[in-house]
Nanobody, 122 residues
Framework: QVLLVESGGGLVQAGNSLRLSCAAS????????MGWFRQAPGKEREFVAA????????YYADSVEGRFTISRDNTKNTVYLQMNSLKPEDTAVYYC???????????????WGKGTLVTVSS
């Protein structure tokens, strides 16, 4: 069983930056593809970014491409999401997820954190 704990959420003004962290325990971190997802009020959970377990290939939703950066530190069992140029529409609960396979969608993730709230004010 893998435990994922997100941190770093909060209230920020539009145009500013925030960095989310997700600490993993209970598994072999470098075996997992790691992803960030978000869910805004009244909307479905959506993919934000992912990073592969090997080679570190990264993938982004079109809405965050060029503004967000996902990275991982396998020595610390932690994945990060650097969010720059934040917009009010980025407001959501952000979830960290882990996948033992290759899929990147919500349905492919095996483990989920409880989420951290990001609020971007205009």
């Amino acid at each position: 069983q893998v435990l994922l704990v997100e941190s770093g959420g909060g209230l920020v003004q539009a145009g500013n930056s925030l960095r989310l962290s997700c600490a993993a325990s209970g598994g072999t971190f470098n075996r997992y593809t790691m992803g960030w997802f978000r869910q805004a009020p009244g909307k479905e959970r959506e993919f934000v970014a992912a990073i592969r377990r090997s080679l570190g290939s990264t993938y982004y939703a079109d809405s965050v491409e060029g503004r967000f950066t996902i990275s991982r530190d396998n020595t610390k069992n932690t994945v990060y999401l650097q969010m720059n140029s934040l917009k009010p529409e980025d407001t959501a609960v952000y979830y960290c997820a882990a996948n033992t396979g290759m899929g990147l969608s919500t349905s492919h993730m095996d483990y989920w954190g409880k989420g951290t709230l990001v609020t971007v004010s205009s």
